[in-house]
């Protein structure tokens, strides 16, 4: 939640020239993002999002990044598109860094969401894994169940200054998920961080999707599962039954989920809490003295997973098996 | 630099129905600022800022910053205009704050400010303090003279950490500034921080004034000092008198200095660095660890404050006494 680097009038003015998007009437940076520097920019053509890409981000995975934003609009996915300039460049250098621009969704993004927001996040889930099954470029998911290892290697010393039995605990879960994880279910590009502040809605209405800086290749369920977590718990924690039926029957309309995918979901769901208790904690316990930004909470990811492993099966997300097999 | 206070989508709803500007479409948390919270919101009308009052601002000023605007822009400066509620309400409540919706204007402040720029900001300020006469409130400057002692107590024990010798530099200068400082001189209301980031520009023409939350009752020429200080030195400190001619020459063609004006100048200078050197040293010496803020550099104002201390006359600005007697 920071801007990282500030841009002069003059340089911003040059780097607009290479673009046909009108005159520059204003820019002003904007207090989110984490990795990076955005500012939200009016031309006399309309509104522009401004992003430069700071040292957390890999410079070799933009293309990806920036190629699938390109190819899920064009697909039909309401989603920021990149702008080219008049050389057909969709990828720049301003003040030093990597520099796009992208098309400015209208939206806001729901604090408290509805039914009726998670069954148009499932859907628009659906839709997105479906549109990016032709997408030619690659990209491993760094913080899938590989990943989380040397993650745990990196906290356990201090795990328990978070909760008491939290090494433990995850030790013991990293084991099972490591031996049960599932390696032939259907996969594509997932999101693979759709929480809530990356969809935007006008009213109840969808208006688009946003931040596709963890974007990947990974197993299409498993973005369901982060979504499940992100969406359907409420904020004392208690799972939403009727939020979860909504996100998973609005996903199925669109793709249909394979047997083996919903006998798999309460174990990626594990997954998917594991990975966000992970990089949480790390977070947690690395936040500099006196810094700004508030780290999120751990423990809402441990409770998350203490609820997934309570369930039994697919229907304790409030849907019947049913469907063909993969 | 930061947003203290996140808004749901949900509550900005309901506060913005009380407005006549449409239907919000989006808003974002911008990160200048230090003292409020500020967002940029896109309606189906247009855009407007969002401000709320943290803690830093006295409740009871607010109506002399909001009163101030609103009467200036009805008086053909332009500047942020309060949007008033159907009721005629310019100051509400929104997430515990005290909040108001705020015209956005366009443009951009220029970070390499030219002598256009200079000229533009002498001009507009002039026509800001014309303005200003007729305007009934009033608020005291707690950062003019009488201000300065205590903030010179509070870093005192400090200083010499800043620079060695700066302590003993301050309490002569402070004795001469409170000896000889001037009573006699017009005074009205003041921006008293106009600095580059509170000049908006399109191109070479000046689009707006913006952030009020300083502005009090003063002496005029303070202002212009205040200026000479923001505006007319270069980033290897050096004084440019080029650009001071510029800014005081277009000040003088909308508002008459008066010969006790322009003799005070170097003075009110000298006050005016003064002013800023304290308030920076307290910054820089209370920067929590591990700040994402960097505070501005306090030596800066301390070369400003030399330089107006080598001052014979006005003449060293690039002005040649003139005008009538005050």
Known sequence: MAVYTDVSAEELGDFLARYDIGELLSYKGIAEGVENSNFLIHTSRGSYFLTLYEKRVAVGDLPFFLGLMAHLAEHGITCPQ??????????????GRPAAIID??????????????CAAVGGALAKMHLAGQDFAMRRANALSVAGWRPLFDAMAPRADEIQRGLRDLLAAELDFLEGAWPTALPAGVIHADLFPDNVLFLGERLSGLIDFYFACNDILAYDLAICLNAWCFEPDHAFNVTKARAL????????????????ALPLLARGAAVRFLLTRSVDWLNVPPGALVKPKDPMEYLRKLRFHQSVASVRDYGVELSG???
Chains 1, 2 share one sequence.
């Open 82 to 95: 990149p702008v080219r300039t008049r050389a057909g460049e969709a990828l720049g250098t301003l003040a």
């Open 104 to 117: 400015f969704l209208e939206g806001v993004w729901p604090r408290r969401p509805s039914v009726v927001h």
């Open 248 to 263: 998973l029957n609005a996903y199925c309309r669109e793709r249909d989920l394979s047997v083996e995918e919903q006998e």
């Open 324 to 326: 063909r097999a993969g």
